[in-house]
Nanobody, 124 residues
Framework: QVQLVESGGGLVQAGGSLRLSCAASGRTFSSSGMGWFRQAPGKEREFVAA????????YYADSVEGRFTISRDNAKNTVYLQIDSLKTEDTAVYYC?????????????????WGQGTQVTVSS
């Protein structure tokens, strides 16, 4: 069993930055591929970013490429999502997810564990 707890969300003005954190406990974190997804009101959950077990490989949705950075610290069992140049359309609940496999996954069904989410609201 893996427990994931997100933090770092909040209300921020457009153009601002946030860093989301996801603390993992339970199963060996360092062998898990990790991902961030988001769900805006009235929309389906969508992929944002993913990172492989070592942190060497990352992948981003086109809509966030260049503005979002995913990273991980295996010593702290934590994965991060740095969000810069925030836009109002980034408003959503952001979810952290973990998968059994070490490599990157970009579909939600490829992930085995999910956090409860953290709200990010961007004002204009």
């Amino acid at each position: 069993q893996v427990q994931l707890v997100e933090s770092g969300g909040g209300l921020v003005q457009a153009g601002g930055s946030l860093r989301l954190s996801c603390a993992a406990s339970g199963r060996t974190f360092s062998s898990s591929g990790m991902g961030w997804f988001r769900q805006a009101p009235g929309k389906e959950r969508e992929f944002v970013a993913a990172i492989n077990w070592s942190g060497v490989s990352t992948y981003y949705a086109d809509s966030v490429e260049g503005r979002f950075t995913i990273s991980r610290d295996n010593a702290k069992n934590t994965v991060y999502l740095q969000i810069d140049s925030l836009k109002t359309e980034d408003t959503a609940v952001y979810y952290c997810a973990a998968r059994y496999r070490r490599n990157i996954g970009i579909k939600d069904y490829e992930y085995d564990y999910w956090g409860q989410g953290t709200q990010v609201t961007v004002s204009s």
